[in-house]
């Protein structure tokens, strides 16, 4: 079955840049119709979705996020990155890679797509401070 | 964008039985929602998708004791025979507009 392994810095200064690479292994970044996201968890807080890409680099990000972070995907390398630039305090947190799997079905309107995560990655921590 | 309401916290005895709850906001009512349980030193678990319907697709392996369910706007995990390890917390997540939306998550704890 699929599995997901973060790996980068653990501690990260202020005004830098955080960077983190998620590799996937028993089964192709290509493959299906996933989306590859990222999770993240500030301590004594819930979670919050960063963004995602598809393996052509199709991309979406949190608003909140979406002037300093950076998605990108390797699919030679089986891996997809995350970039979070220009870091503070509050973006201290657990970080987890994970998949997307879709769910698509027909209503009145059409057809709708509900993208889910269905597999996580174990996290790591990234302490920004000087 | 919908936004999803869990209950900070919940408790229940070892071997009972616990509904979690997770409500869609106002016109969001027909939305599907998954549930995840996170525990400590372990990754993260997708535990089951649950639509209005009321019918749900649980994950892979996740045992029988989990079930879900859905009335109007909310959207119920139920654990039956809590076991130790269920202690967790437990979080409902949606999907609109290219943007995912988690709720604020339920600590459960098994007494």
């Known amino acids: 079955q699929v599995q997901l392994q973060e790996s980068g810095p653990g501690l990260v200064k202020p005004s830098q840049t955080l960077s983190l690479t998620c590799t996937v292994s028993?089964?192709?970044?290509?493959?299906?119709?996933?989306?590859w996201s990222w999770v993240r968890q500030p301590a004594g807080k819930g979670l919050e979705w960063i963004g995602r890409?598809?393996?052509?680099?199709?991309?979406n990000y949190h608003p909140s996020l979406k002037s300093r972070v950076t998605i990108l995907v390797d699919t030679s390398k089986n891996q997809f990155s995350l970039k979070l630039s220009s870091v503070t305090a509050a973006d201290t947190a657990v970080y987890y890679c994970?998949?997307?799997?879709?769910?698509?079905?027909?209503?009145?309107?059409?057809?709708?797509?509900?993208?889910?995560?269905?597999?996580w990655g174990k996290g790591t921590t990234v302490t920004v401070s000087s | 964008q919908p936004v999803l309401t869990q209950s900070s916290s919940a408790s229940a005895s070892l071997g009972s039985s616990v509904r979690l709850t997770c409500t869609l906001s106002s016109g969001h009512s027909t939305y599907i929602i998954s549930w995840h349980q996170l525990r400590p030193g372990t990754a993260p678990r997708y535990l089951m998708k649950v639509e209005v319907s009321g019918s749900y697709t649980k994950g892979s392996g996740v045992p029988d004791r989990f079930s879900g369910s859905s009335s109007g706007a909310d959207r119920y995990l139920t654990i039956s025979n809590l076991q130790s390890e269920d202690e967790a917390d437990y979080y409902c997540e949606t999907w609109d507009d290219n943007t995912r939306v988690f709720g604020g998550g339920t600590k459960l704890t098994v007494l």
């Open positions: 994970a998949r997307d799997n879709v769910q698509s079905g027909r209503y009145y309107a059409g057809i709708y797509y509900y993208y889910y995560v269905d597999v």
């Open positions: 028993g089964g192709s970044i290509s493959s299906g119709t996933f989306y």
């Open positions: 890409i598809y393996s052509n680099g199709n991309t």
